[in-house]
């Protein structure tokens, strides 16, 4: 098993003050969860990273690169309209993914989805171009940012259980 010294190593990302203004708020929790699932990942080999931890076949790079399509496939396809190829957030694991270029690609993936959200600023309640969900309204900034708080925790919890299976390594 890989040493998990490096993985432990935290970012300065925390989560915000109790009196930070709404958007500061869900903004920060979820660069929080985003980091606690890249946190996971680093310091292991691509092989162990690519590795399933449960029947299912989800590996931590499975979770990274599905947490890389929802960030796209929502904040850029669905809010801004952008005319983007939508990415499989199922397809399975290729065996071809590296734990270098899967972080890389969901920090760029972070940084457009960020970009996005600071440009509707004061206007959470705005709703986007549509939606992901079939018959479904285009949400709201609020109504996304909270939803990618609820899906980037709850990879981050599988995440948790995956990397302490693979060398015991706990904690954020």
Request: net charge negative.
């Amino acid at each position: 098993m890989t040493d998990s010294t490096e993985a432990r190593k935290r970012s300065d990302v925390r989560p915000p003050g109790i009196n930070a203004d709404e958007q500061t708020t869900l903004l920060t929790f979820l660069d929080y969860l985003r980091e606690a699932v890249i946190g996971k990942v680093a310091g292991l080999s691509d092989e162990e990273a690519g590795r399933p931890g449960v029947a299912s076949g989800t590996s931590l790079l499975w979770l990274v690169r599905h947490l890389t399509a929802v960030e796209l496939n929502w904040f850029l396809w669905a809010y801004r309209g952008e005319d983007v190829d939508l990415w499989d957030d199922d397809a399975p694991a290729t065996g071809d993914e590296t734990v270098e270029e899967s972080i890389a690609a969901y920090r760029a993936a972070i940084a457009r989805a960020n970009e996005v959200a600071a440009a509707a600023a004061g206007a959470l309640d705005r709703p986007g171009v549509r939606s992901l969900r079939p018959n479904a309204e285009a949400p709201s900034m609020r109504w996304l940012l909270v939803h990618m708080i609820e899906e980037t925790g709850r990879h981050a919890g599988h995440a948790d259980i995956i990397r302490e299976q693979l060398d015991g390594a706990v904690g954020r």
